[in-house]
Nanobody, 123 residues
């Protein structure tokens, strides 16, 4: 299973970005997917997760109402739509896939990881 994250970049505060994560291998429709981020000098933190069917999604309190996770099983892709970005959203964003636990906030419960895409929000 391989995950390829893309869509990061430099954006001004208040702007928007959409991250994508393309997944190859096995059966994408059976994966719960998650997005995590890691800012310089900080630990990796949970951002959002979505169930294998796409019916359930959960968010970190810090992004709730500004960020939406979605999953297109036909395209083997998970998205992270980020609106009203803040400088504190600056980080490397990682997508991850899980076939065992379902939606999870914990990075150790994800089996597969992408390489990360960098998001920088300027003030």
């Amino acid at each position: 299973v391989q995950l390829q994250a893309s869509g990061g970049g430099l954006v001004q505060a208040g702007g928007s970005l959409t991250l994508s994560c393309a997944v190859s291998g096995r059966i994408f429709s059976s994966y719960a997917m998650g997005w995590f981020r890691q800012a310089p000098g900080k630990e990796r933190e949970f951002v959002a997760t979505i169930s294998w069917s796409g019916a359930g999604s959960y968010y970190a309190d810090s992004v709730k109402g500004r960020i939406t996770i979605s999953k297109d099983n036909a395209k083997n892709t998970v998205y992270l739509l980020m609106n009203r970005l803040k400088p504190e959203d600056t980080a490397i964003y990682y997508c991850a896939a899980d076939t065992t636990y379902g939606t999870s906030r914990y990075p150790w419960e994800y089996e597969y990881w992408g390489q990360g895409t960098e998001v920088t929000v300027s003030s």
